[in-house]
C-alpha cells in the first residue's frame, strides 16, 4: 500500500492539481496580442450551438476583422442544456490550448456550465500555452479560475454570437490587437435631448484607486465564493455586471461577498450594466439598484461609480483581467497602467 508521502509526491505532478490562489498568486502572463490571419478557436463551454447560423455568424464576423476560425469537434454537440458532456467540452478547451496555430480561445455563448468544467482543467497546460481566452457571462468562471491558477490575462470581452458593432470592435482592436493602454470611457451622445439620458456614469464614491482589475458576472462570481477557483481580492479594482437579475437577488449577491470578505479587501469597484433588473410586480416597493449599491458601496469608502459599458448590452469594452489599472470614480473611467498583451 503507497505511503501518504509517495501519494502526495505523485500529486504533486499530477497537471490537475490545484495552483491555489490560497498560496502566493502566480506570476501575471500576458497573452499573445492578436494579428491579422491569426486563427480564434471558437467552442461552446457552457449552452449548446442551437443553430449553425449563430456560429457561422460568429465566423463571418471574425473574418471580417481579418482573422481564421477553427471550430471545436465538440461545438454541436448536446447534452440537455449543455453543450454536450463536461469532459468533451474541457477537450475541445484543452485541444485549442496546446494547438499552436490557434492565437485565440472564444466562447460562442453563455449560458450555464463553465462552473462544471473548472475541476477538469488543465491549468499546467494552459500555463505553458498562453493564449487569449475571450467571452463573458458564465464564461466569468474560466477567465476568473485561469488568472487565479495560473497568472494568465483572461479577457471579458464579446463572445462569438456578441454583436460585432462598431463600438465593441474598437475596444476589441485596440486592447487586443494593438495593445494599447486605453483609458475606458462610455460614449457621449445627448441626441436632440438636452441633456444624455442613455449610458450615463453615476458616481457612488469620488476619487482614484489603483489594482489589478477582476471580476465579471456577479451571479458566477458570487457562487464560486469558497472555492479555490477565485482570484487574491487585495487592493483589486473589482467589476461586475449581470442582467435578468431581481433587486432582492442582486442584493443578496453583494452580501455575499460583504460576509465573505471580498468587498473590504478591494480598492475600488466599478459596476457595469444590469441589464432587465428593474424591480417588477406589485404589493410592498422593491429597494431600487440604487439603493443596494449605495447601502453596500458607500460605507467602504472607496472610489466606486456605476454604469461603465460592461455587460450583457451590445456596445461592450474589452476588459482584461489582471492588468494595473486606474479608475477615476468622478469621471467613470477605467485606465489600464499596462498593455493586457505581450
Known amino acids: 500500500m503507497p505511503s501518504r508521502r509517495s501519494f502526495l509526491q505523485a500529486a504533486s505532478l499530477s497537471p490537475f492539481v490545484s495552483l491555489s490562489a490560497s498560496q502566493n498568486p502566480p506570476p501575471v502572463i500576458k497573452p499573445d496580442r492578436l494579428k491579422q490571419g491569426d486563427t480564434i478557436g471558437l467552442f461552446c463551454p457552457a449552452a449548446p450551438a442551437f443553430n449553425r447560423e449563430t456560429v457561422l455568424i460568429a465566423q463571418e464576423s471574425l473574418l471580417a476583422l481579418g482573422f481564421q476560425t477553427k471550430l471545436g469537434p465538440h461545438i454541436y454537440d448536446r447534452y440537455g442544456y449543455l453543450a454536450g458532456r463536461d469532459a468533451d467540452r474541457v477537450a475541445d478547451m484543452h485541444a485549442f490550448f496546446d494547438d499552436k496555430s490557434v492565437k485565440a480561445v472564444m466562447a460562442i455563448h453563455g449560458g450555464w456550465g463553465c462552473a462544471r468544467l473548472l475541476p477538469l482543467l488543465d491549468y499546467s497546460l494552459i500555463q505553458r500555452n498562453p493564449k487569449l481566452l475571450i467571452g463573458y457571462s458564465d464564461i466569468t468562471a474560466l477567465l476568473l479560475a485561469i488568472y487565479a491558477k495560473t497568472g494568465?490575462?483572461?479577457?471579458?470581452?464579446?463572445?462569438?454570437?456578441?454583436?460585432?458593432?462598431?463600438?465593441?470592435?474598437?475596444?476589441?482592436?485596440?486592447?487586443?490587437?494593438?495593445?494599447?493602454?486605453?483609458?475606458?470611457?462610455?460614449?457621449?451622445?445627448?441626441?436632440?435631448?438636452?441633456?444624455?439620458?442613455?449610458?450615463?456614469?453615476?458616481?457612488?464614491?469620488?476619487?482614484?484607486?489603483?489594482?489589478?482589475?477582476?471580476?465579471?458576472?456577479?451571479?458566477?462570481?458570487?457562487?464560486?465564493?469558497?472555492?479555490?477557483?477565485?482570484?487574491?481580492?487585495?487592493?483589486?479594482?473589482?467589476?461586475?455586471?449581470?442582467?435578468?437579475?431581481?433587486?432582492?437577488?442582486?442584493?443578496?449577491?453583494?452580501?455575499?461577498?460583504?460576509?465573505?470578505?471580498?468587498?473590504?479587501?478591494?480598492?475600488?469597484?466599478?459596476?457595469?450594466?444590469?441589464?432587465?433588473?428593474?424591480?417588477?410586480?406589485?404589493?410592498?416597493?422593491?429597494?431600487?439598484?440604487?439603493?443596494?449599491?449605495?447601502?453596500?458601496?458607500?460605507?467602504?469608502?472607496?472610489?466606486?461609480?456605476?454604469?461603465?459599458?460592461?455587460?450583457?448590452?451590445?456596445?461592450?469594452?474589452?476588459?482584461?483581467?489582471?492588468?494595473?489599472?486606474?479608475?477615476?470614480?468622478?469621471?467613470?473611467?477605467?485606465?489600464?497602467?499596462?498593455?493586457?498583451?505581450?
Not at 487586443?176 to 457612488?204: A, F, H, S, Y
Not at 469597484?269 to 433588473?277: A, E, I, M, Q, W
Open 152 to 342: 494568465l490575462v483572461t479577457v471579458h470581452g464579446p463572445v462569438g454570437s456578441a454583436t460585432f458593432n462598431a463600438f465593441t470592435v474598437d475596444w476589441f482592436k485596440r486592447t487586443l490587437m494593438e495593445g494599447e493602454q486605453v483609458t475606458m470611457r462610455n460614449p457621449v451622445n445627448k441626441g436632440d435631448n438636452l441633456t444624455q439620458t442613455q449610458d450615463r456614469i453615476t458616481t457612488i464614491k469620488s476619487g482614484l484607486a489603483r489594482g489589478r482589475l477582476v471580476g465579471g458576472n456577479l451571479t458566477v462570481l458570487s457562487h464560486l465564493i469558497g472555492s479555490s477557483y477565485l482570484p487574491d481580492w487585495k487592493n483589486t479594482i473589482l467589476f461586475v455586471e449581470d442582467t435578468h437579475e431581481e433587486v432582492y437577488r442582486m442584493d443578496r449577491m453583494l452580501t455575499h461577498l460583504k460576509l465573505a470578505g471580498i468587498l473590504e479587501q478591494i480598492g475600488g469597484f466599478v459596476f457595469g450594466k444590469c441589464t432587465d433588473c428593474e424591480p417588477t410586480g406589485g404589493g410592498y416597493g422593491s429597494l431600487t439598484m440604487e439603493d443596494i449599491i449605495t447601502e453596500h458601496i458607500v460605507p467602504l469608502g472607496k472610489p466606486a461609480f456605476s454604469g461603465a459599458m460592461i455587460g450583457h448590452i451590445k456596445d461592450k469594452f474589452t476588459i482584461p483581467l489582471g492588468i494595473d489599472t486606474e479608475i477615476d470614480a468622478t469621471s467613470g473611467t477605467i485606465r489600464l497602467l499596462e498593455s493586457a498583451v505581450g
